[in-house]
């Protein structure tokens, strides 16, 4: 299908006789004509970096959209913007199947594009306009079908995931009928949090090596019948020597965000590549990301966060997969340092952590939780963090050693733990990692 897509770019740069590119409506790049010009500023950075990043900037976007490009049904002129990058003028084709926008195909105008009539005014439409727009619509249709199947694979996707286990051998056998021989390979999933798009939207998957199908989830919290994840054996990991960077204060994330969930295939199971390529480029799409909003505390906006699941061979094992790679995600995004992606294997005590019920922060812990004490919450998780050692913990948070030790008095105070007792300390460190969660 990809092919044919290049043949109908193709056949716009003919028409109109400038280089064409093809872009999903996230600009995410599709497909490119030939450019045959002598001169490279024709070659604008814009096109340039869809071409070889595969994707445009958030300037770009924006600077394009003002346009109204997404409610366009002619094509429209775009003047340039040198400050998003954008220094030569363009012609936009929207890109629509029965009403719905998928895609948009870019001209570059050198100049002698100008005089081009682009409809929707009393002068006629440009007979090459009017050509140019049929192969677009061709190309809206071959999106929306791409779409429909990817769609039809998300939902089968998707009753995997939330299927109790007594449903899991008929939604494995379902998927696998979908998957066809690709069903045998070695998979994970991604879980992308939060993601910003309603259920019912259906736009065609990115065109990533290994990626198979891909679903919305309602809530990120497993509440939908899914299993827990599974038990963690092994203890936090530990942190590397040196100072690293402190983290922020404790906010409890929005544990029922949407999220998204991808299948992927990998090369082998000893490799994660593909799906960290996967990963990497949902997150750079304008859906990935969201605000934390902590209890009486201003909304921050926090950009999004993937997690990667265990590989696994049989399809029953995606359910897992999926809860590991959710749980990975939701540590990455309370814990900067974990991310932007994060595997499973590599998140240490949050392991644990994320497998734990929702509940309220500890009534002892409480107090120190409030925005009023933000610092002192940074001070003793930094300093937990640490192993209780004072001069490390003091390093981080670039404070005299006294500083610390006054701080860390308030807590106390605030709280009634005992620092010196391992018990507390255990209670303390838990309570203010679970309450990023």
């Known amino acids: 299908m990809r092919g044919d897509y290049q043949q109908l770019v193709d056949e716009i740069s003919a028409a109109l006789g400038a280089p064409a590119t093809l872009e999903d409506r996230d600009f995410g790049l599709i497909a490119f004509g030939a450019h045959e010009g002598d001169d490279d500023l024709v070659m604008d950075p814009v096109r340039t970096r869809s071409i070889l990043q595969r994707r445009s900037t958030a300037a770009v976007r924006a600077w394009f959209e003002a346009f109204g490009i ?68 061709g190309i809206g249709a071959l999106l929306a079908a791409e779409a429909r199947a990817g769609a039809e694979l998300g939902d089968q996707l998707r009753a995997l995931l939330v299927s109790r286990p007594a449903e899991r051998t008929a939604a494995a056998a379902a998927l696998r009928d979908g998957l066809r021989s690709a069903a045998d390979a070695s998979l994970t999933v991604v879980a992308v949090t939060p993601w910003d798009v309603p259920e019912t939207d259906q736009a065609p998957l990115p065109n990533l090596p290994g990626l198979l199908a891909a679903c919305t989830m309602p809530a990120a919290n497993g509440s939908d019948g899914a299993e827990a994840p599974r038990p963690a054996m092994a203890a936090a990991a530990s942190v590397s020597g040196g100072r690293r960077p402190a983290p922020a204060p404790p906010s409890r994330a929005t544990a029922d965000a949407p999220s998204l969930a991808a299948l992927v295939r990998l090369r082998s199971a000893s490799t994660l590549a593909a799906a960290h390529t996967v990963a990497e480029h949902l997150l750079r799409s304008p859906r990935a990301g969201g605000s934390l909003a902590p209890a009486g505390a201003e909304a921050r906006t926090l950009p999004g966060a993937a997690g990667l699941g265990t590989p696994v061979r049989d399809l029953a094992g995606l359910p897992a997969a999926w809860q590991e790679a959710l749980a990975a995600a939701r540590a990455a995004r309370a814990e900067p340092r974990l991310g932007p992606v994060a595997e499973w294997d590599a998140i240490g005590s949050y ?87």
């Open 70 to 137: 997404a409610r366009a049904k002619t094509a429209l002129r775009i003047p340039p913007d040198p400050a998003a990058g954008v220094f030569k003028g363009r012609i936009c084709l929207p890109v629509r199947h029965r009403g719905i926008v998928h895609g948009y195909v870019w001209l570059l105008d050198d100049g002698h594009l100008t005089d081009l009539e682009l409809g929707g005014g009393s002068a006629p439409t440009d007979p090459r306009i009017e050509q140019a727009m049929e192969s677009a619509a």
């Open 351 to 437: 392991r644990l952590l994320t497998g734990l019920p929702p509940a309220e922060p500890d009534t002892m812990v409480r107090p120190l939780l409030a925005p009023a004490h933000s610092e002192l919450a940074r001070t003793a998780e930094v300093f937990l963090d640490c192993a209780g050692q004072a001069g490390r913990a003091a390093q981080a948070l670039g404070i005299h050693r006294q500083t610390l030790y006054y701080r860390l008095g308030r807590v106390e105070k605030l709280t009634g733990l005992d620092l010196d007792e391992g018990g507390d300390r255990l209670l303390l460190h838990m309570a203010l990692k679970t309450a990023r969660l």
